[in-house]
T-cell receptor, first 115, second 110 residues
Framework: KAGVTQTPRYLIKTRGQQVTLSCSPI?????VSWYQQTPGQGLQFLFE???????NKGNFPGRFSGRQFSNSRSEMNVSTLELGDSALYLC??????????????FGAGSRLTVL | DAKTTQPPSMDCAEGRAANLPCNHS???????VYWYRQIHSQGPQYIIH???NNETNEMASLIITEDRKSSTLILPHATLRDTAVYYC???????????FGGGTRLMVKP
């Protein structure tokens, strides 16, 4: 079956712009979570959506937002981009949540460069 | 979530077993131990997870100590393609908010 698809794979923006990243989860997966990976901070949790509701949120400023659609596809948006937002943004999906026995499948990521 | 401690790097000879340790001394009774790996510039890949008992699948074995304060991931016959950063993560029942540490950079050498 198809894996987690993230688009675009690469993009370049300038400071002050905004960006929208898309994630299509594995068919049947209702939970989508987002992570930011930078060389300095490593992998950090951004937020998680389940059935169109944000269920968990990491420690990121309000410039980072997301949403989930009825077909479980998710988007995340970063407004007023800063140089420090340059990172690999990873999306992961799973069948459900609220269970420790819950495997995440990650996409290949969207690499954002802010100039 | 409980924090985990892993050595920053390890080397392993190709064909030999790779044993990656993880300390999670503050783990709670309902928290699982998960292992993921990340090959350069790709998304993390699930390897294995366990709660109390040792586990084995086609990729690896997971040995969890009786007190659950530490675990070891075993790749029985490491290949060059196993070169990656391996993350040990403790996950509770609160959802999919994984807390990644620094991981162990495993280098498999010919």
């Amino acid at each position: 079956k198809a894996g987690v698809t993230q688009t675009p794979r690469y993009l370049i923006k300038t400071r002050g712009q905004q960006v929208t990243l898309s994630c299509s989860p594995i068919s049947g997966h209702r939970s989508v979570s987002w992570y930011q990976q930078t060389p300095g901070q490593g992998l950090q949790f951004l937020f998680e959506y389940f059935s169109e509701t944000q269920r968990n949120k990491g420690n990121f400023p309000g410039r980072f937002s997301g949403r989930q659609f009825s077909n479980s596809r998710s988007e995340m948006n970063v407004s007023t981009l800063e140089l420090g937002d340059s990172a690999l943004y990873l999306c992961a999906s799973s069948v459900q949540g609220y269970s420790g026995a819950n495997v995440l499948t990650f996409g290949a990521g969207s690499r954002l460069t802010v100039l | 979530d409980a924090k985990t401690t892993q050595p920053p790097s390890m080397d392993c000879a190709e064909g030999r077993a790779a044993n990656l340790p993880c300390n999670h001394s503050t783990i709670s009774g309902n928290e699982y131990v998960y292992w993921y790996r990340q090959i350069h510039s790709q998304g993390p890949q699930y390897i294995i997870h366990g709660l109390k008992n040792n586990e084995t699948n086609e990729m690896a074995s997971l040995i969890i100590t009786e007190d659950r304060k530490s675990s070891t991931l075993i790749l029985p016959h490491a290949t060059l393609r196993d070169t990656a950063v391996y993350y040990c993560i403790v996950v509770n029942n609160a959802g999919n908010m994984l807390t990644f540490g620094g991981g162990t950079r495993l280098m498999v050498k010919p």
